[in-house]
């Protein structure tokens, strides 16, 4: 994608990134009419991963504007997940919850999907400044923001707000010593992209699997719209000691070892060498300060099972967006209630989730013989991402909800 002109002195928003939270936070706050700047320090398309997105995900960029740009793409849908435990099976289908929010999303290849989004606000007349790193930033009531261009020549530029969504890059955490250990374990994940992916007939061939792997690990299949199919493992780093060094290997002998995996993906073909990524959760002491917001995944990042990156990116941005916008028109605003506060209310929902998974607390629930109809709801919609629906009884008393349903099914059990 080629859109490289030469950066002002002065914009009133800078936006550092531009995968989802940037794009989305730069869409807004021209929406808006204010003169925002984006500084990538990639040249798109790049490759990510977080492929599968939630129903949250089509609220936003409906509010964003880039829904019918994201459409048109003819992406595979995701109707819900398939969870996977040997011969056991839990499906969640997105149009059975029991907050009134969409019903379904797509699985995405993120180097195209992040184009699409990125090229929409470039549409919009926002300048996106590619292979620009944003080296330094003096924040306070006028922000200084330092960038250096591919030919390693650097610029600063004035503003009124810097939005950090540097994803990983975790550019102000960094620079600002905003950074927190993650309660999180430490996890190791290996990922590819296959073809060749025996997948089920029908309407379900389209589904993601998230399997359980008899020793501790899970793996996600995710099938995309043009025959190539996402698969990863999940684990804490001792797991791998039980298989071959090499990547390829390594991921080969991990599908072997799991009879669902291995039953679709035995002759995949692998595109491109397994990607490893290790010690990926990680926390935060501040979202916003002086002239700043951190938003997306350079805030907090928990884990990716239930594949909440993407959509607490793009709703922390699109939080974030509303301040700065009445922040800027001259209004008072509170960004420890509006925005930390709220942010803190959703991603603990999902923590406990996540935690809940990984103690194995919900792979009781999933694979329970019978759960009640009404209560899958409710936890399809928080795995759909409505996580700040306080009515919903697992969301507004997640933790305590989670451990009552165990109790039932284990007193149901006799356990
Ligand atoms: C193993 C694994 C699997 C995952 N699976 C899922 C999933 O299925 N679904 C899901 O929703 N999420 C998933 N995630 C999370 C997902 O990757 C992130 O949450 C998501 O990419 C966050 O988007 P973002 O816009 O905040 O950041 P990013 O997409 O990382 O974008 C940040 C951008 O900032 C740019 N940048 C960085 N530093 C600088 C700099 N100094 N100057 C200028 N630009 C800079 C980067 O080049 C990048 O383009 C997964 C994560 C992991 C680790």
């Known amino acids: 994608m080629q859109n490289n002109p ?32 984006v500084f990538e320090r990639t040249r798109f398309p790049r490759f990510v991963i977080g492929e599968s997105l939630l129903p949250i995900c089509n609220d936003v960029l409906k509010e964003a504007g880039l829904f019918e740009r994201v459409k048109a793409q003819g992406y595979q849908v995701k109707t819900g997940a398939v969870f996977l435990r040997g011969d056991e099976v839990c499906e969640y289908d997105f149009s059975e919850q029991f907050t009134d929010g969409s019903t379904w999303t797509w699985q995405v290849p993120r180097a195209e999907f992040d184009e699409v989004l990125i090229e929409g606000v470039v549409e919009r007349g926002v300048p996106v400044f590619f292979e620009h790193s944003v080296t330094d930033v003096e924040v306070g009531a006028a922000p200084l923001v330092t960038v250096e261009d591919a030919a390693g020549d650097q610029t600063e530029i004035h503003c009124k707000f810097v939005v950090d969504a540097s994803g990983y890059g975790r550019v102000l955490p960094r620079l600002l010593d905003l950074d927190r250990p993650s309660a999180q374990a430490n996890r190791r994940s290996l990922f590819t992209h296959v073809k060749g992916d025996q997948r089920p007939p029908g309407p379900d061939s389209g589904r993601i699997w998230i399997i359980v792997h008899e020793a501790g690990a899970w793996l ?34 991990v599908i072997k070892s799991d009879p669902n995996a291995a039953g679709r993906l035995a002759d995949a073909e692998l595109q491109f060498e397994p990607v490893s990524i290790e010690s990926y959760s990680v926390g935060i002491k501040q979202l916003f300060g002086d002239g700043y917001c951190v938003v997306g995944n350079a805030t907090e990042f928990l884990d990716p099972v239930f594949s909440s990156g993407v959509s607490l990116a793009m709703r922390s941005a699109s939080r974030a967006s509303d301040v700065i916008i009445r922040q800027l028109n001259g209004n008072d605003v509170d960004w420890q209630t509006e925005y930390s506060d709220f942010m803190a209310r959703g991603i603990d929902t999902f923590r406990t989730f996540v935690n809940a998974w990984y103690d194995e607390t919900l792979h009781r629930i999933f694979f329970a013989p019978e759960i009640n109809p009404n209560l899958k709801r409710m936890i399809c919609s928080a795995l759909a991402g409505y996580v700040w629906d306080t009515d919903n009884p697992f969301v507004g008393s997640h933790e305590r909800k989670l451990s009552q349903l165990v109790r039932i099914i284990e007193a149901s059990e006799g356990t």
Not at 224 to 253: H, K
Request: with cysteine; hydrophobic share 45%; net charge negative.
């Open 6 to 37: 030469v950066p002002r002195s002065s914009y009133d928003v800078v936006v550092i990134g531009a995968g989802p939270a940037g794009a989305i936070s730069a869409a807004l706050l021209k929406s808006a009419g204010l003169d925002v700047a």
């Open 220 to 253: 996600w299949i995710i099938p995309f719209s043009d025959g190539r199919t996402s698969v990863g493992v999940v684990a804490q780093p001792e797991f791998y000691d039980a298989f071959p060094d090499d990547p390829e290997a390594c991921l080969r002998a």
